[in-house]
């Protein structure tokens, strides 16, 4: 995503696409970004705290993923609900491939 910043260095205006205002780009699962996009649902505490979850879930797939490549663990070890969480996730990230929404090869650099 493209943001524009106010005189404090905020986050002020968002946008998908690089616009002479928005020209500073910031990865989609940024926690800057996704605590500005959650502002309104609270104080900025916990949006902060949130938006650190919602990365952090990017790092656990990862993780889970590293570990099945190495066989470390493999996915029927896993409960039946982490197996269905993992296997939607895994969809719903194909899907965005599929529709070309996160650009690039590499999935931290993609826009959604």
């Known amino acids: 995503m493209y943001i524009k910043r106010d005189n404090e ?17 910031l ?10 996009l959650m502002e309104g ?4 505490g916990p949006a902060r705290f949130q938006a650190s979850d919602l ?4 790092v656990l797939e990862d ?3 590293l570990l099945m ?3 470390v663990i493999s996915f029927t070890e896993l409960p039946e609900a982490a197996q269905q969480k993992v296997m939607e996730r895994q969809t719903l990230r194909r ?3 599929g529709l070309d929404l996160v650009g690039g090869g ?5 826009v959604i």
Do not use: Q
């Open 55 to 58: 990365a952090f879930v990017r």
């Open 41 to 44: 649902e609270g104080s900025r």
């Open 9 to 25: 260095g905020r986050i002020e205006l968002i946008s998908r696409d690089e616009t002479p205002e928005c020209a500073e780009y």
């Open 106 to 110: 590499d999935e931290e650099s993609g």
């Open 95 to 97: 899907r965005l491939h």
């Open 69 to 71: 490549d190495k066989g």
């Open 27 to 36: 990865p989609a699962d940024s926690p800057e970004l996704l605590a500005f």
């Open 63 to 65: 993780v889970i993923e």
